[in-house]
């Protein structure tokens, strides 16, 4: 069983939450995409775990996770992150896989993304991890792969800078490499979880172009950036909050606006700790919107929705979503390619009566608030898509599950 798991908004859904629980169940964790752009957070009995470039099965003893051939791997970061789990008790010696085939970020990668990004007449926002330049590199026939830098001939390609930045970390990334294809061949793993980075709206191709990151963090970016093929993939879920963020630059149609909104912006950004686990950034919020929900569920075959943040609006008189853009007087419920289409698209609002009440210890679907259940159903009936999992806190065990993951996810 091959499971996909992706963020279906801009990111910071909670994937890396839905990814520590299922992989209790998984065998290996794959991360098929991105760099140290991301980060995931895991809380399990009160200790929170950020990570950036290691998959987020790490936590389990006995699961093995491979950093996969689609991501851009800055070995500086890597070791950053590894020696912060060891401090936090984690073993993962022996345990953490990269494939030969993924790209490596070098320290001049990062400065010039930032370069980059101020020289743009739209920056972009990017987190300055020097991603953008190594999918480029790589996309140019320039980059470096794992599996080239232990072999002489490229050591006369590389700066003497380069070098002595890779000489740093040569011995340990070689103990770490394998040829994810014949791993895979060999292991005969039985549950392989597939972890996306950023989310679809963030993706090369399908996100809000060109205000995305550089990789393909949509659920076919699976199939190439985990090495397995599309026909051995049996399940894609997307992972969506109750409300929308969005970090850096971009059009977001449904963002809050005092004006219009009054405080409710400040209010979801503070209770719902919006604060970007890489940068720091605020993470800038809106409404939940189901227009580029449905977009995210259609073009990447979604088989299950996982709802987060749900208890975020305890506190609530009412909830809101965006149901339709007004794009210059015209309403629709698709969603525009043309940014500059989404960037004068106004949302549509539709109102449901909040609960009022914690639901954070809630592990029952129908232990839920009608109001609950209902803005709940009314999502899956507009995105015709089943949510199967609804999370209600972060740590591991306050979750609903509606079908059993690893099954029917
Ligand atoms: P990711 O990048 O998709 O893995 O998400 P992030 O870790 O960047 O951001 C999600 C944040 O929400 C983290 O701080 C999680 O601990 C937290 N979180 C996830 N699910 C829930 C939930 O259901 N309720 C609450 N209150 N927090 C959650
Ligand atoms: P996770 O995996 C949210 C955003 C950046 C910027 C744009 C391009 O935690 O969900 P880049 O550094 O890739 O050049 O940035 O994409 N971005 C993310 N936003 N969550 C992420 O990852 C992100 N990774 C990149 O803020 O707008
Ligand atoms: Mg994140």
Redesign the pocket.
């Known amino acids: 069983m091959n499971l996909v798991v992706i ?1 279906a908004q ?4 909670g ?2 939450r839905i990814v520590d629980y299922m992989a209790s169940a998984a065998d290996v964790v794959i991360r098929f995409s ?2 140290a ?4 957070t895991l809380v399990y009995q009160g200790q929170k775990y950020a990570v ?1 470039l290691v998959p987020s099965g790490i936590l389990y003893p006995d699961t093995t996770v491979l950093l996969g051939t689609g991501m851009v791997i800055d070995p500086e970061s890597l070791f950053d992150e590894l020696n912060t789990l060891s401090e936090q008790g984690i073993d993962w010696k022996g345990r953490v896989l990269i494939s030969s085939r993924a790209h490596i970020v070098f320290p001049e990668y990062k400065e010039r ?1 930032r370069r980059l ?1 101020k020289e743009r007449k739209r920056p ?9 330049i190594a999918y480029s590199q790589k996309a140019a026939r320039d980059g470096i792969r794992l599996a080239d830098i232990f072999d002489d001939s490229w050591k006369e390609v590389l700066s003497d800078e380069e070098n002595r930045f890779l000489d740093l970390y040569r011995d340990q990334l070689s103990d770490m490499m394998v040829d994810i294809t014949s791993y895979l061949h060999r292991e005969k793993p039985e549950r392989v979880l597939m972890e ?4 679809a709206l ?1 993706d090369l191709d399908l996100g809000t172009y060109p ?5 393909y ?1 949509a659920a076919a970016g699976a199939s190439l950036g985990a090495g397995i093929g599309p026909r051995d993939i049996d399940g894609v879920l997307g992972v969506f909050k109750a409300y929308s ?6 059009p977001f149609p449904s963002e809050f606006l005092p004006e219009r909104d009054g405080e409710l912006g400040e209010q979801i950004q503070t209770i719902g700790k919006e604060f ?4 720091g ?1 605020k ?1 800038r919020c809106g409404y939940l919107d189901l227009v580029a929900l449905k977009y995210a569920c259609r073009a990447n075959g979604i088989d299950g929705l996982v709802l987060t943040k749900l208890d975020i609006y305890d506190g609530f008189d009412e909830v809101s979503a965006c149901t339709a853009y007004d794009i210059d007087g015209t309403q629709t419920d698709e969603f525009p390619a043309s940014i500059d289409a989404l960037t004068n698209a106004g949302p549509v609002i539709k109102t449901f009566p909040g609960w009022k009440r914690d639901i954070s210890g809630i592990t029952e679907y129908d232990q839920l608030p009608e109001e609950a259940r209902r803005y709940i159903e009314f999502i899956e009936e507009y995105c015709e898509t089943p949510i199967t999992v609804v999370s209600v806190g972060p740590e591991r065990n306050q979750i609903i599950i509606r079908r059993e993951l690893w099954t029917e996810y």
């Not at 801009?10 to 859904?13: A, K, L, P």
């Not at 752009?37 to 995931?40: E, F, K, L």
């Not at 996306?196 to 989310?199: H, R, V, Y």
């Not at 970007?276 to 940068?279: A, K, N, R, S």
């Open positions: 963020g801009w990111g910071d859904e994937k890396g991105g760099g752009n991301a980060g995931h950036h993304d990004d972009i926002g990017t987190t300055g991890r020097g991603i953008g996306g980075a950023q989310g963030l205000y995305v990151s550089s990789g963090s963020t969005r970090v850096g630059n971009g970007g686990v890489t940068t950034r993470r």
